[in-house]
């Protein structure tokens, strides 16, 4: 397994195929860690990484780790003290937006067990994904969950999530009836969880979960202008509700 806590300076690709062509390209950075050993840092650095489990799941857990295993136990799940390796994006200056956080979850004997995929909308609302990756890394899902304005709750994901090494290679594609509608790619090189390294990053991308927040609202803006019709959001998604 990689060592962590560790960096991904990363690029976010989201390409639309329909109903109208658009592609969008973000930088950013993301945190590889073990919920149970989250990083320690020296203390003026704290405030550009925190790891809040208010942030994820039901968000009323002690810790991410319990919270992750009460969402595992509505499926039949029992890690039986296994290993975790969760990636996402930590709180920077209070502020934080995870459109995705993926946790690889082992068994005792290091074998990986099933992979969640925990969605956040731009409306404050969650859900959870239990996945069952083949050997190449590959799961499929029914979508559940209302994420995109300009798409309905219908058609299914497949997605492509291998553990993190060296290289962090993600893809999401999102099928519906009559072909492809979306595909969401994350590329990036893996850095040592340094307190120069976070600093360098920071610096770079100052604020970077609310870059993020923002860009996906400023896209969204220009595809309403476009013309993209709105799906309206369904009743049960309106305010943020257990993982299921």
């Given at each position: 397994m990689s060592a962590v806590p560790a960096l991904y300076p990363c690029t976010v690709a989201h390409v639309r195929t329909a109903p109208r062509r658009y592609v969008l390209r973000h930088r950013t950075y993301l945190w590889l860690i073990d919920p149970d050993r989250p990083p320690v840092l020296p203390r003026p650095l704290r405030p550009l990484a925190?790891?809040?489990?208010?942030?994820?799941?039901?968000?009323?857990?002690?810790?991410?780790?319990?919270?992750?295993?009460?969402?595992?136990?509505g499926h039949g799940v029992s890690l039986d003290g296994g290993r975790v390796l969760m990636l996402g994006h930590a709180r920077v200056f209070g502020h934080v937006f995870n459109p995705l956080t993926l946790y690889w979850c082992h068994g005792p004997d290091g074998e990986l067990r099933c992979v969640v995929a925990e969605v956040h909308n731009t409306y404050g609302g969650r859900h959870g994904y239990l996945l069952r990756p083949d050997a190449t890394g590959t799961a499929r899902a029914d979508k559940r969950f209302y994420v995109s304005p300009f798409f309905p709750v219908d058609g299914g994901y497949r997605m492509r999530l291998p553990p993190p090494g060296q290289r962090l290679d993600l893809t999401v594609h999102l099928d519906r009836e009559g072909g492809r509608a979306f595909t969401a790619t994350v590329r990036g090189t893996r850095r040592a969880?340094?307190?120069?390294?976070?600093?360098?990053?920071?610096?770079?991308?100052?604020?970077?979960?609310?870059?993020?927040?923002?860009?996906?609202?400023f896209h969204g803006i220009r595809l309403y202008l476009r013309g993209l019709p709105v799906q309206p959001r369904p009743d049960h998604h309106r305010t943020p509700e257990k993982t299921t």
């Open positions: 925190r790891f809040d489990p208010r942030d994820h799941f039901t968000g009323d857990r002690p810790t991410i780790r319990a919270a992750l295993e009460d969402f595992l136990a969880a340094t307190p120069a390294a976070l600093l360098r990053l920071a610096l770079r991308r100052p604020w970077s979960t609310l870059a993020v927040s923002a860009a996906i609202r």
